[in-house]
């Protein structure tokens, strides 16, 4: 727990400095000022003439933020202490795992790439198991069509940072779909791609109620594009 009291004391002080620094100089206070008046026209008034203005302002301000010292001691001190934070677990090596139970347990543990493509399940074992995974970035496949999928209690869970995701469904598997991004693409089958801006959408096929055989898959990202096709 001090770890995190320490990362957020430090964090914060330069961020304070860097305020109060920005703020100081004429220049950025005018440009701030310019940035919040032309936010505050868009949105009260909905007029788009000043989106120009807005964008050229705002990169100005984002370069003098970025450009402030105690910005990026903020940024380099974040990355630093992360890695130094992560370290012990990047490299650790496998531990033995013992339970004191009377019955016989199946544990099953690997290690996921953080980064990179992946294409889940494959010809070799045609058994399905459930995924649940975070990732960094990079594209990930889920080859369902070379799986056995049976049943209705089938759930894979992703989470990642950047990076495409996609689905290869079975003519006779239905999906439960749900996704979460901030900024990427859904693409269904044959219907028209749609934008996903910050929001969650939640899809499922016709038969999917009753069907015996679905999976439900749920998606949570920053950026990147989903598309479903049929194998």
Same mark, same amino acid.
């Given at each position: @727990?001090?770890?995190?009291?320490?990362?957020?004391?430090?964090?914060?002080?330069?961020?304070? @400095?860097?305020?109060?620094?920005?703020?100081?100089?004429?220049?950025?206070?005018?440009?701030?000022?310019?940035?919040?008046?032309?936010?505050?026209? %868009?949105?009260?008034?909905?007029?788009?003439?000043?989106?120009?203005?807005?964008?050229?302002?705002?990169? @100005?301000?984002? %370069?003098?933020?970025?450009?402030?010292?105690?910005?990026?001691?903020?940024?380099?001190?974040?990355?630093? %202490?992360?890695?130094?934070?992560?370290?012990?677990?990047?490299?650790?090596?496998?531990?033995?795992? #013992?339970?004191?139970?009377?019955?016989?347990?199946?544990?099953?543990?690997?290690?996921?790439?953080? @980064?990179?493509?992946?294409?889940?399940?494959?010809?070799?074992?045609?058994?399905?198991?459930?995924?649940? =995974?975070?990732?960094?970035?990079? #594209?990930?496949?889920?080859?369902?069509?070379?799986?056995?999928?049976?049943?209705?209690?089938?759930?894979?869970?992703?989470? #990642?940072?950047?990076?495409?995701?996609?689905? =290869?469904?079975?003519?006779?598997?239905?999906?439960?779909?749900?996704?979460?991004?901030?900024?990427?693409?859904?693409?269904?089958?044959?219907?028209?791609?749609?934008?996903?801006?910050?929001?969650?959408?939640?899809?499922?096929?016709?038969?999917?109620?009753?069907?015996?055989?679905?999976? #439900?898959?749920?998606?949570?990202?920053?950026?990147?594009?989903?598309?479903?096709?049929?194998?």
């Amino acid at each position: @727990m001090w770890k995190i009291q320490f990362f957020i004391f430090v964090e914060a002080m330069l961020l304070t @400095m860097a305020t109060i620094t920005i703020l100081a100089g004429s220049v950025s206070r005018v440009i701030l000022i310019v940035v919040l008046c032309l936010l505050l026209l %868009y949105y009260y008034i909905g007029k788009q003439r000043s989106n120009f203005l807005l964008v050229a302002s705002s990169m @100005m301000l984002f %370069y003098i933020i970025m450009l402030n010292p105690y910005v990026v001691a903020a940024l380099l001190f974040a990355v630093l %202490y992360g890695m130094i934070v992560a370290y012990p677990y990047f490299y650790r090596e496998n531990e033995e795992v #013992k339970i004191d139970q009377a019955e016989d347990a199946e544990i099953r543990q690997e290690k996921t790439p953080w @980064m990179g493509d992946l294409h889940h399940f494959s010809k070799v074992n045609c058994q399905y198991r459930d995924i649940n =995974i975070l990732r960094l970035a990079g #594209k990930d496949t889920l080859h369902l069509d070379e799986v056995i999928v049976v049943n209705h209690d089938n759930v894979i869970v992703m989470r #990642k940072m950047f990076g495409n995701t996609k689905i =290869i469904l079975p003519v006779d598997v239905e999906l439960s779909l749900q996704v979460n991004t901030l900024y990427g693409e859904l693409r269904l089958f044959s219907q028209p791609p749609r934008k996903l801006r910050n929001e969650t959408i939640s899809i499922e096929t016709p038969n999917y109620k009753s069907s015996h055989r679905t999976v #439900k898959v749920v998606l949570a990202g920053l950026v990147g594009d989903v598309e479903v096709v049929r194998g």
